[in-house]
């Protein structure tokens, strides 16, 4: 039941969100159409964040209890990360050529994402590196602990140095009108609700996955 709520609640959601991002919030003055791709790129963004910080929590929490389930969502959590940082990095230059001219520049918060998508394809690699599970999972905490210290370096890297990034947020707040306010907030909570409903699925085939493994090694005996 809570599955299928979950279900229902994303694709409505993410329908909100899409209508009133090309239906209802206004162009932006300058840019013009291209900014509607800030809606998307702004939450995806988010998202990855938010999946490496369960990361981080799974990686605390397996080396504390030796539970196999935190390793199963971290685990999971990094995939759906690695696959909405991505998103960003194919939304940015997108955004980025009517804008600057350019498909890519060298900028502190670009550079410093595209080194997260790198540190968390890595920690997916290291995964594989190990046959026994219990080191396998042992070292896949440590390394997505270690990983998110470069979480807050992106989200800072636009007030630690001169960049061309523009700023959502500052000092008086959300630095846009009420509508594109709305638009940001409810792609939000759309993009949310899919990394939430994307977890429990991945979860759930990795469950799975694990007892077929299982069944094969007692098979082998």
């Not at 890297?157 to 594109?180: E, L, N, Q």
């Not at 638009?183 to 759930?204: D, E, I, K, M, Q």
Request: hydrophobic share 55%; net charge positive; glycine share 4%.
């Amino acid at each position: 039941m809570a599955k299928k709520a979950l279900t229902w609640l994303t694709y409505l959601s993410v329908l909100a969100a899409t209508y009133l991002v090309f239906m209802w919030v206004p162009n932006e003055k300058v840019m013009g159409p291209v900014q509607k791709i800030f809606y998307f790129h702004v939450a995806a963004a988010w998202v990855g964040f938010f999946a490496f910080l369960i990361v981080f929590l799974c990686g605390v929490a397996y080396l504390v209890t030796r539970a196999e389930k935190w390793d199963l969502y971290g685990a999971s959590s990094a995939e759906i990360g690695v696959l909405f940082t991505t998103i960003v990095l194919i939304t940015g230059p997108i955004w980025a050529r009517p804008t600057w001219n350019a498909w890519w520049t060298w900028d502190p918060r670009l550079t410093t994402t595209l080194v997260l998508w790198f540190i968390y394809l890595a920690y997916l690699m290291v995964r594989t590196s190990f046959p026994e599970p219990e080191k396998r999972m042992r070292f896949s905490a440590i390394f997505g602990i270690i990983g998110f210290i470069d979480v807050p370096i992106v989200w800072f890297s636009i007030r630690w140095w001169r960049t061309i990034h523009p700023v959502v947020v500052d000092g008086s707040g959300f630095a846009m009108s009420s509508k594109m306010l709305t638009t940001l907030l409810v792609s939000l909570v759309a993009f949310t609700l899919l990394y939430l409903y994307l977890l429990t699925t991945r979860v759930a085939v990795a469950r799975i996955d694990n007892q077929i493994q299982r069944i094969k090694e007692a098979v082998l005996r």
